[in-house]
């Protein structure tokens, strides 16, 4: 599916990372391997340290701090807010959805919009197709959204392949409406759902509800222990795919914009790992510099939540005063794939915070 929305633009981007931080060196001892060979493998991949929110703190309550920090430094206001979509793929209860819980605790005006959506890695570029599509159709002048997660919470700390690789996070940002002709989003969305396998929790829906049977691990043939309640990553067959599909999906958006590809002054990827992602900017021609691969070994990989994380670390302040053009481009579970292209800059505001911990929904103001 390709689309292309005029007169919208990114406001401002907030993403929060838990303030407790987990380091791979600390972590060796849980891996049924010799230490010295995930030494080796975390060199290779990146793999540093993540953050992992502790086990009070919900996706919910990570994306009210955020809002309530937004509301503090007046960049938000609570009784303008006219629409919040979350993207998940965790929630706070099997129902009522994130979003309701989210406007419960910020204490919204009831006559908020809210919906939810459930997606994975290519969740932050989907909710932004969503919410830039409420803002053209003239329904609302600003649109919020909050993509966020918990995606430690899937992984098994015995399973090598995927532990190291998980982070918490939340991001929000505000699509508004705009009268600029250069504010435009041109998005392309490719799925194979044929490879669903290749990254997924067998049990817990309603497929293979979760019983005390399926929570029982087992050690798979690499040597890694995990259950069906886990997830299980086939890492070969991701990176197979990611380098197969990627690579032309970004030449697709880029001829779908009408921009060449050598324009694009940066690539916002969301950040599987640090290996993956040198590979994929070498097999795109693309300089290293300009494809940031950061984030997993400062933050961890936090599903649909990397790509605010990746913009506000790495351009944060900058977008205040200047102006890039961009090329938002995610990958993962389905198999699904997703691009953007627009002019990213002059907001108002985007900076990387910290959650402090134990559900706290109150901000502390802690910037880093």
């Known amino acids: 599916m390709k689309a292309t929305i005029h007169g919208v633009r990114l406001r401002g981007i907030c993403a929060i990372v838990p303030r407790q931080v987990y ?46 920090h937004l509301f503090e430094r007046g960049w938000l206001h609570k009784d303008k807010v006219q629409g919040i979509i979350v993207v998940a793929q965790m929630g706070d209860h099997p129902l009522p959805g994130n979003s309701k819980v989210i406007h419960g605790q910020l204490g919204l005006p009831q006559d908020v919009y809210c919906a939810d959506m459930y997606e994975n890695c290519i969740g932050f570029i989907s909710g932004l197709y969503a919410a830039c599509c409420q803002v053209a159709s003239g329904a609302m002048d600003e649109v919020v959204l909050i993509v966020t997660d918990g995606g430690s919470c899937r992984a098994n700390k015995q399973d090598r392949n995927t532990y190291p690789l998980c982070g918490d996070a939340a991001g929000v940002a505000v699509i508004c409406k705009s009268d600029d002709p250069e504010d435009t989003i041109h998005f392309v969305f490719r799925n194979d759902g044929s490879r669903r396998d290749a990254l997924i929790v067998p049990a817990g829906g309603c497929r293979m509800p979760a019983t005390a049977e399926t929570a029982v691990p087992a050690r798979d043939e690499m040597g890694n222990f995990r259950s069906l309640n886990d997830m299980h990553m086939d890492g070969t067959a991701v990176f197979q795919f990611v380098m197969e599909s990627v690579p032309p999906l970004v030449e697709e958006v880029c001829a779908y914009a009408g921009v060449e590809k050598k324009a694009l002054q940066y690539h916002l990827t969301h950040q599987p790992n640090r290996f993956m992602l040198q590979k994929l900017a070498d097999l795109m021609n693309v300089p290293r510099e300009i494809l ?56 108002d505001f985007c900076e990387l915070i910290e959650h402090p911990g134990n559900g706290c929904i109150t901000p502390a103001a802690t910037n880093i």
């Open 23 to 68: 380091k791979f060196e600390d972590e060796l001892k849980e891996f049924p391997f010799p230490e010295k060979s995930s030494q080796r493998l975390g060199r290779v991949m990146g793999f540093k340290e993540h953050r992992i929110a502790d086990a009070a703190t919900t996706p919910c309550d990570l994306a009210s701090f955020t809002m309530n």
């Open 292 to 347: 940031f691969n950061n984030i997993v070994e400062n933050f961890g990989n936090s599903s649909c939540s990397t790509i605010p994380v990746n913009v506000a670390f790495n351009l944060g302040s900058r977008l205040l005063t200047e102006k890039f053009l961009v090329c938002f481009s995610a990958f993962g579970a389905g198999l699904s794939l997703a691009a953007a292209i627009c002019r990213l800059g002059g907001m």
